[in-house]
């Protein structure tokens, strides 16, 4: 009997577990993750171990964050931001310097790098916003979401950290867009933007352009600027259709792949299982979004869905940002592809994105209720 | 403030997410495309480039083929060494690099100076030897130090080595690191791909001449590289085939005998077989060391050696010319025959001198040499008798003659940068002088051409040429140094062919005429003193040539400086009946021929002939004056 009890009592608390989870996102979770470890062993081996604690924790955050109500989420947006607004201003002052960039802050125990923390608190801060001003929304409030959403962005590539500027600007941008900023000024906007591109161009840091320039035609600097993106496109072209096989790529194995434990470990994938490789990830990245768009159709409060939708609209920038990079058609800014790439800051942010999503959609009846 | 319909805000909220939808298809549908043209459309460029990118030729450089001599001894062999090589593009620091070499490897100035010469003549990424030879244990050393080098490897090399050190050097030659001008010549005989991996190439010398039988055919192995270029496995290996094998006609231990009967005088000695053009010696002394320059030579040896007065660099037998003196008269005697100026016992009274144009042409023997006919002119080499058959014959009778017996041209020898010398004619000094005065020829001018002065300069070699022509009866060889080539894949051997150059169709009756003559010299002549009893027939003739012209002022030799003093010579065969080793010694500022050169050539004939070895360098015989020092 006390074997009956155990078991019932341990399957209660399993239960008690998983309740909050949502099996279609951690099913797919689950297979970019294997992949993840797939890869990992054929890139980088000796990294499994740390990568699977990366990925054990980035669980538990996301199960915390399942049981998290979008209620109390609201509440925490404001303080949330504020604190990484200040942490943006103390990197910008005292920040450690690496590889050229102010990114990290140094508090002694840890360092901690305050711009991955606003992918996450923009998106809050500006669905918590629109929720607020729901009844009396103005287009003077779209100015001062678009305030509240450059300051953070405007700090974040000051350091320079272009592919974090361009991350929360589209967390930010997504929640404005969902909030049902009219076509009009968004066209108005893209057209302003094109126009403002020669200034802009001005703006930039000299690596920043190069990697622009290189982008353009890699060929012109094969060994400096241009090497990891020609390297990249011939993994990429020499994987085929059923690529060279799992640790049969010559161009990763021979180490002619940079970074490919990291930003560049699309490279990797495609080359070591070609098209039909490719094919799966870019299903499994649908898959993923068209769930999280479905919770945010069905969230109940208009919060839980600018958050939803934003979210989910995170999941795709990284993953379009870092295809595009590594196969040569986008600039090389530093965004991994999620899920997939070494590193536990973006693997617990992006695991907090599938904890929120999780919790909005446990909790789409709430109003109903 | 506006009414919102909460129903028709979430319809609006769904179009938007329908929208965010289509957008994520497209841009997914974009990468989608792009995967398509790299993976299926240009897959197939891509694929090669992956290929070049894993795959590099590695050549593997042939092992040098070996010269031997005749007889089988070494001369020019390999050796397998470990080297720490710096390739400077990629070490960053220099001086930093080779000081904290310096900590562990033994580094010394020599090696610096000999780095930084190589380095000025190469391209920074090439990758250039800091220490060769290296010990296993200096090897350990730096394998655990490598990660601090980058840059920086060993490699494993084969060495040219000339075992006998300075012996024979001019002949060998040496090898050293190619040049741009070394690349030009490989890529005239299109032998690029082939030296793709080889870093070195014969400067002068056999090693030279024949560089491409000696280099080998290279191999190459196909490894698969990392992106740091390392090599990680390899795939396919073709071994190379190494040069072919030169045997040499010299004789090592002739040779040898030759050089050190020079002691440490300065001159050249080229012995060669008559019926063949075969060169049994070939010396030039001082000789220099040729291992020096393998691995690159440094700086301040490199200026030591061509700044030595004693100029060791110089080939004397190829590229010293120098005046025949009386070794010119068996050849104006022949010359004479032939050309039906003199019969051989028409003779003349030699009153010590001839008068011509104004000008005293001095005998040396004072009063003469009394009633003198053909052979007593060469036994006691009577100058007056060719100031007269010189005047007689003209200057363009000799010119043409000693064209023909090869004295004033480039003999053919299987080593490059031979001069020419000097065959004077009324042509010559048209084409010599620019000033019209100076480019005609006076009648004057013939008289001392007649003794082996004047403009007459001549090289050891086409002396000893000249000397192997009359001794095989005037059937002439082009002179080489090389017998025959083993290939080194099939092992055949492939006879340097004896080439006739011309048949100079002398009469044998006149042929004897000058051998009984030049016999003569050595039994009771200038030459009898350094034959005294040999056990063989020599055909000889001694020459002093004068360095200075002493305008018939009276000049002794012992008091004056020693670069004045004359050159020393003695042409020979022997046996004189049955010829096998005509020779020509020179010895540079030597004194009386009969005094320095003839000891000389008794020893190498001693040896050759009868395998007598000498104890002592050939000592200069002070006494061998005997009132006509020609």
């Known amino acids: 009997m006390n074997s009956g009890i155990g078991l019932a009592t341990l399957r209660n608390a399993w239960q008690k577990l998983v309740a909050p989870l949502d099996w279609p996102l951690m099913l797919i979770a689950g297979m970019l993750l294997a992949l993840a470890l797939g890869l990992m062993a054929s890139a980088s081996p000796e990294r499994i171990n740390a990568q699977l604690i990366n990925m054990a924790v980035a669980l538990v955050v996301m199960r915390v964050l399942a049981q998290v109500p979008p209620q109390r989420l609201m509440h925490l947006a404001v303080p949330i931001y504020l604190i990484g607004i200040l942490l943006l201003i103390a990197v910008a002052l005292f920040g450690d310097i690496s590889k050229g960039a102010r990114r990290w802050l140094n508090l002694g125990f840890m360092r901690a790098q305050p711009s991955e923390l606003m992918k996450i608190a923009m998106p809050l801060l500006l669905a ?34 272009l592919g974090t500027a361009i991350l929360v600007f589209a967390a930010g941008f997504y929640v404005i867009f969902f909030a049902g900023l009219s076509w009009k000024i968004i066209l108005g906007l893209v057209g302003s933007a094109v126009a403002a591109a020669p200034l802009a161009w001005t703006l930039l840091h000299d690596y920043q352009r190069h990697r622009i320039l290189t982008l353009l035609d890699p060929e012109k600097d094969p060994l400096g600027k241009g090497f990891h993106i020609i390297q990249s496109t011939i993994a990429i072209g020499s994987g085929g259709i059923l690529g060279k096989g799992w640790r049969a790529g010559t161009q990763a194995q021979l180490e002619f792949i940079p970074e490919r434990h990291t930003d560049f ?17 870019l299903t499994l990245y649908a898959l993923l979004i068209a769930r999280g768009l479905m919770i945010a159709a069905n969230a109940a409060t208009l919060f839980s869905r600018l958050l939803a939708g934003a979210v989910t609209m995170i999941f795709f920038t990284y993953a379009f940002v870092n295809m595009g990079m590594v196969s040569g058609i986008l600039p090389v800014v530093g965004v991994p592809l999620p899920l997939i790439s070494y590193g536990g800051t973006a693997l617990v942010t992006l695991f907090i994105g599938v904890g929120i999503l999780m919790s909005i959609h446990g909790n789409r009846m709430l109003v109903q209720k | 403030m506006e009414f919102k319909n909460p129903q028709e805000e979430l319809e609006r909220f769904r179009s938007r997410l329908a929208f965010a939808g289509g957008f994520v298809l ?49 001369l020019a062999r390999n ?67 490598r990660y601090r080098f980058p840059g920086v490897e060993i490699k494993a090399r084969l060495f040219r080595q000339y075992p006998g050190g300075a012996f024979a050097s001019h002949i060998l030659g040496y090898i050293g690191r190619i040049t741009d001008g070394d690349i030009e010549k490989i890529e005239r005989v299109e032998q690029e791909a082939n030296y793709r991996g080889t870093d070195h190439f014969g400067k002068t010398g056999l090693e030279q001449h024949y560089e491409f039988e000696l280099h ?69 002394v001082p000789n220099y060391d040729p291992n020096l320059f393998v691995d690159g030579i440094d700086t301040q040896s490199w200026r030591e050696l061509n700044e030595s007065p004693q100029k060791p660099m ?67 080499s009577c100058d007056t008798y060719y100031y007269v058959l010189a005047n007689d014959m003209g200057i363009d009778n000799i010119s043409s003659f000693m064209g023909r017996l090869g004295l004033g041209q480039r003999t053919g020898i299987d080593i490059e940068g031979e001069s020419k ?116 027939q020599v055909a000889g003739k001694t020459g002093t040539a004068q360095v200075f012209s002493y305008k018939g002022a009276e ?59 000498p104890v002592a360098p050939a000592p200069a015989d002070e006494a061998a004056v005997e009132g006509d020092p020609e």
């Open chain 2, 421 to 536: 010398g000097v065959l004077p004619s009324q042509q010559w000094k048209k084409e010599r002088f620019r000033k019209p005065e100076q480019q005609k020829w006076y009648a004057g001018e013939t008289i001392s051409i007649g003794i082996g002065q004047g403009y007459n300069s001549y090289t050891p070699i086409q002396l000893a040429q000249a000397t192997a022509t009359i001794a095989n009866r005037g059937v002439m060889f082009r002179p080489h140094l090389v017998k025959y080539v083993t290939d080194t894949r099939s092992g055949e051997k492939r006879l340097i062919e004896p080439e006739p150059l011309r048949d100079l169709q002398l009469k044998p009756e006149h042929l004897d005429v000058i051998r009984n003559a030049m016999v003569g010299v050595n039994v009771e002549g200038t030459g009898a003193r350094a034959f005294a009893k040999a056990e063989y």
């Open chain 2, 79 to 145: 050796y397998s060494g470990y080297t720490l090589e710096i390739t400077p593009s990629r070490a960053g620091n220099l001086e930093k690099t080779i000081d904290d070499l310096a900590e562990f490897i033994e580094i010394e100035a020599k090696d610096r100076r000999r780095f930084r010469k190589l380095m000025e003549e190469s391209k920074s990424f090439e990758t250039l030897p800091i220490r060769t030879r290296l010990s296993d244990e200096e090897v350990a050393r730096f394998i655990a130090r």
């Open chain 2, 216 to 284: 080998g055919i290279s191999g190459h192995e196909q490894v698969e590289v990392d992106a740091g270029g390392r090599a990680v496995r390899t795939l396919s290996h073709s071994a190379p085939v190494a040069g072919n094998q030169l045997t040499l006609t010299i004789d090592a231990e002739l040779q040898r005998i030759a050089e050190q009967a020079f002691g440490d005088r300065r001159g050249s000695l080229v012995a060669i077989e008559p019926s063949t053009g075969g060169i049994l010696a070939l010396v030039s």
């Open chain 1, 265 to 281: 470990i699309f490279a990797v994938h495609s080359e070591e299982f070609g098209l039909l490789g490719n094919i799966l990830l």
């Open chain 1, 128 to 161: 918590w916003f629109f929720q607020k001003r729901e009844a009396v929304l103005r287009l003077s409030d779209y100015a001062i979401a678009a305030a509240m959403l450059l300051v953070p962005v405007g700090l974040i590539a000051r350091q320079p950290d």
């Open chain 2, 26 to 74: 497209f841009c997914f549908g974009l990468l989608f495309a792009r995967f398509v043209w790299l993976q299926v459309v240009q897959h197939d460029y891509y694929q090669t480039r992956a290929e070049d990118n894993r795959i590099a030729l590695v050549p593997i450089v042939p092992n040098r083929g070996l010269i031997v001599d005749r007889k089988g001894e070494v």
């Open chain 2, 314 to 380: 110089v080939n004397r037998a190829l590229n010293g010319a120098y005046p025949p003196g009386s070794t010119f008269k068996p050849f104006m005697a022949l010359a004479a025959l032939e050309l039906g100026k003199r019969r051989p016992e028409q003779a003349i009274a030699d009153p010590g001198f001839f008068n011509f144009g104004g000008h005293h042409f001095r005998d040396d023997k004072k009063g003469g040499h009394g009633m003198v006919d053909m052979y007593k002119s060469i036994v006691h």
């Open chain 2, 555 to 613: 000049h002794k030799t012992e008091t004056m400086a020693a670069h004045l003093r004359d050159h020393a010579l003695y042409i020979a065969f022997a046996p004189a009946d049955q010829p096998t080793i005509a020779l020509a010694v020179l010895v540079e500022n030597g004194g009386f021929g009969a005094q320095a050169a003839a000891p000389i050539a008794r020893q190498v004939l001693d040896y050759y002939l009868l395998g007598k070895k």
